[in-house]
């Protein structure tokens, strides 16, 4: 495909560059297709200098579905569908291990488009992983044993009891969110909507368990998955800039958002846009 912009591949694997798109402006149907095309192509993509306000994100993200409000992360003022993720030495991250977002709920993101607001003067990067990369160098064997297994995906594994019932109103939060977001099974290996190719679709984030196995065949199997998505051949890393937006399929990635930059802060905000159910 032709794009209607500049692109430029990052690694092998997944990311690219985008570079010739003011997403604060409004974008025709034309370059939004282009910019979706190169989504599916490249699964993470990269956009410096774009300044948006919340209102012009929720505006840009909705163009690929609705959006998720988080049952606990604040939202800005303007708009709840937009996440704040505002972390410092009083509010450390939580997101400083490889997952995949929202996976807690039955039709987990299909994406999401992340804004770099305040950036701390070093550290603080993000990583992401193609979970089709870590699929297709497993061994034929382990195709063969993961295909057609479930496993359990739990909002309380990234956000436990203990972290939110020093407050009445974050505890009455938390206990609404748990009540209205019981664990749920998705596939260990989920195959793409649009371009019918396999991924590993278990995060260290959420998921706790196999279906199907003993509990030791499922503590061991997790393990060896968990450490085998992170390889670096498989990975993208990406250095922040104030401005700087992307955006990823959170169907077939995996990301980390490094947590070496306390005591100073580091502020984001995250559209989530509502996927289908995995199959």
Known sequence: ??????????????????????????IDDKLFTALNYALQSYHVLFLRNQPIEPIQQKQFAERFG????????????ECEEITVLDTDEDNPPDNDNWHTDVTFIETPPMGA???AKHIPTLGGDTLWVSGIAAYNALSVRWKHMLAGLQAVHDFTKSFPEYRFNHCEVTYS???????????????????????????LFVNEGFTTRII??????????LAFLFQ?????????????????????????????????????????????????IPY
Request: proline share 9%; charged share 20%.
């Open 173 to 199: 939060r938390w206990l609404k969110a748990k009540e209205n977001s019981p664990p749920v099974l998705h596939p260990v290996v989920r195959t793409h909507p649009l371009s019918g190719r396999k991924a």
């Open 228 to 276: 085998h998505i992170n390889k670096p051949e498989f990975q993208v890393r990406w250095q922040w800039n104030k401005d700087d937006l992307v955006i990823w399929d959170n169907q077939i990635t995996q990301h980390y958002a490094t947590a070496d930059y306390l005591p100073e802060r580091r502020i984001m905000h995250r559209a989530t846009i509502i996927g289908g």
């Open 113 to 115: 488009v992340l804004a």
């Open 212 to 221: 199907g196995l003993t509990p030791k065949e499922s503590e061991t199997t």
């Open 66 to 77: 609705l959006l998720h409000t988080h049952p606990i992360y604040p939202h800005t003022p």
């Open 1 to 26: 495909m032709e794009y209607p912009f500049q692109i430029k591949r990052i690694t092998p694997t997944l990311g690219a560059l985008i570079s010739g798109i003011d997403l604060s402006q409004a």
